[in-house]
């Protein structure tokens, strides 16, 4: 979980937070996913959370998230503060449905963990939506640095490295070294689900030979990548949450005068 302490100091990533557009709406996470209205370039540059539809609410947690990702206050502070908004707008940790137990089929544990990551009021939504905002907007940050003329010149390539207890689909790629224009970092570079704490490094010729030499990723024509990580194959799609954020197309808005 991102949890910054200072103040971001990438100018690409305070850009790209200031220049996204606030979109409203009542569509749930697949939903969103599966929209066609709602493209990847649009959410590259859009504001959004699921099923927050009132532009009173959307605004104050885009305030606070914005304040936590530059690093102005901690999570702790931006998840009390949107509590107590939303709390004066009549919002409460339980208040996702009618409902008082689980529908037939579906345990009460995992019914539990759905009314969490549901409810905009929750701790465990809230800091989601905190800290992936925040992890997007590193991203951009580093995408700033790593892109550097003069930075690539000397580290052409993107290196993955997986985080602690990664999904099947993220460990599949620890290691997988590709130049850093291949299209397969426009939309798997992390964090490229909810809560994927992996990360990339900048990768010399040399470094990338110690590490068993370039990789290879053919993009299908579904989107869908086939790997070779060294003799490790794997075929890598998009996040199995819906989760899709394009660095690339985010990183052109901090570009543009």
């Known amino acids: 979980m991102v949890e910054l302490t200072q103040p971001m100091t990438f100018e690409a ?4 937070l200031k220049s996204r557009v606030q979109v409203p709406t009542g569509l749930g996470s697949r939903e969103l996913a599966l929209s066609k209205d709602f493209s990847t370039k649009v959410k590259a540059h859009s504001f959004f959370s699921a099923k927050v539809a009132e532009e009173n609410v959307l605004s104050r947690l885009r305030s606070i998230s914005d304040e936590f990702s530059a690093g ?3 999570l702790a502070e931006a998840r009390t503060a949107m509590k107590e908004f939303l709390y004066g707008e009549g919002y409460q940790p339980n208040d996702v449905s009618s409902q008082d137990k689980p529908p037939a089929g579906v345990s009460e544990e995992s019914w539990k963990g759905a009314k969490e990551i549901t409810n905009i009021a929750s701790t465990a939504r809230l800091n989601l939506v905190f800290s992936q905002n925040a992890a997007m907007a590193n991203a951009v940050g580093q995408r700033e640095v790593s892109m550097d003329p003069a930075v690539k010149e000397r580290w052409p390539y993107f290196r ?16 997988l070294v590709l130049p850093k224009d ?20 900048d990768c010399d010729e040399e470094e ?24 490790k194959f794997a075929n890598i799609a998009d996040s199995q949450s819906g989760f899709l954020f394009d660095v690339t197309e985010a990183f052109k808005t901090t570009q543009e005068e």
């Open 208 to 231: 990338a030979q110690e590490y068993g030499g370039i990789s290879q990723a053919v993009q299908a024509s579904d989107n869908s990548f086939k790997i070779d990580n060294n003799g």
């Open 72 to 74: 102005n206050m901690n």
């Open 182 to 201: 291949d299209p397969f970092w426009s939309t798997h570079t992390p964090p490229w689900d909810y809560n994927c704490n992996c990360d990339i490094e």
């Open 13 to 16: 990533a305070n850009k790209w």
């Open 160 to 175: 993955y490295i997986t985080g602690p207890n990664p999904r099947d689909e993220h460990a599949a790629l620890d290691g």
